[in-house]
């Protein structure tokens, strides 16, 4: 009976801890520095509108207002860093060849329509810039806006030349970078420790095991951005008479594991912003603002502006 009564209060006492910290982390943690807040972020640039990953269409999106811009990167032959989202640019550029086997001169230039890979049945025309940038030219146009770089390929020269760049100009304090992959992450943050990195796919699924079994309170955690999809929106990129029963389930699941307004509130509390990705419309802006999302990316920066506009959402909140 005393045992049972011992084991009792001690679950008891970890919980009620646990709930305590959920609340509060920051009586255990130490609220990470943000040197900038990031609600509007614009994917590729904002592809929905000019081509993806085009000056262009960062020029449109800095122009708009966007907090963050969010992009892809590649290593060429001559050891160029190109903003490119693709490895092959075959889907891009109707040419079929890998980034890494062409030096940055011969690279093909963007078809003149491309499809927008989070919005079913929408195409993007672009201008007359089709040309594929450097990221150097990314850094010099927009010296004072935040970049979220996809490093796209587990490449140690391409993990090193993007941390140089960052060094040179001056950019470690507006940058954040990774992967899905839990190895690229880990080369990054070895490379350069003093610019943030994002969640990996595997640690995502370690944050969700962390927040569900209360043992997340305890847990220092080294990144400083959560980036996660909204499961939700495959039924508005897939014809949804076309999903299976165990599809609709998983998505389903996946959707309410990760969309969990006290796991984003948790970690913004101690300094970890929250971006969800890909939303294109009001409905799916509305509802990441109100899990409590610090941010976020779309394809469709003037949506997402007019949206935050009407809404009143800004950085004052």
């Given at each position: ?60 999106a ?23 989202h ?36 929408c ?40 941390s ?26 070895k ?48 014809d ?11 998505t389903?699941l ?52 007019d ?11």
């Amino acid at each position: 009976m005393c045992a049972a009564v011992y084991v009792l209060s001690t679950v008891t006492g970890y919980v009620l801890t646990s709930a305590l910290l959920l609340k509060c982390p920051t009586l255990l943690h130490r609220k990470k520095r943000e040197n900038f807040l990031s609600q509007h972020i614009s994917h590729r640039g904002g592809a929905g509108e000019n081509l993806e990953n085009t000056m262009t269409a960062f020029k449109h999106a800095v122009n708009l207002g966007t907090d963050m811009l969010e992009l892809d990167c590649q290593l060429t032959k001559d050891e160029q860093v190109v903003v490119s989202h693709d490895s092959n640019l075959k889907r891009a550029t109707g040419v079929n060849t890998q980034v890494c086997d062409m030096a940055y001169s011969e690279l093909p230039p963007y078809l003149c329509k491309l499809g927008v890979t989070f919005q079913r049945e929408c195409f993007c025309e672009g201008g007359e810039d089709k040309r594929i940038p450097l990221l150097r030219d990314v850094f010099e146009a927009f010296p004072n806006t935040p970049v979220n770089i996809d490093i796209k390929v587990n490449n140690d020269t391409l993990i090193k030349k993007v941390s140089e760049l960052v060094v040179k100009y001056d950019r470690e304090h507006l940058t954040v970078w990774g992967n899905a992959s839990n190895e690229i992450v880990k080369k990054c943050y070895k490379e350069n420790p003093r610019i943030p990195v994002l969640f990996s796919f595997p640690r995502v699924l370690q944050l969700l095991g962390l927040f569900y079994t209360g043992l997340l309170p305890f847990v220092p955690l080294k990144e400083q951005f959560l980036e996660i999809p909204m499961p939700s929106i495959i039924t508005k990129l897939k014809d949804p008479n076309r999903l299976t029963k165990s599809q609709r389930f998983i998505t389903w699941l996946a959707d309410n594991l990760l969309m969990r307004k006290s796991l984003f509130e948790h970690l913004t509390a101690r300094g970890i912003q929250v971006y969800i990705w890909v939303l294109n419309d009001d409905e799916d802006f509305q509802r990441a603002f109100d899990l409590g999302a610090t941010g976020v990316m779309t394809d469709f920066p003037t949506r997402l502006k007019d949206f935050m506009d009407r809404n009143g959402i800004s950085k004052l909140q």
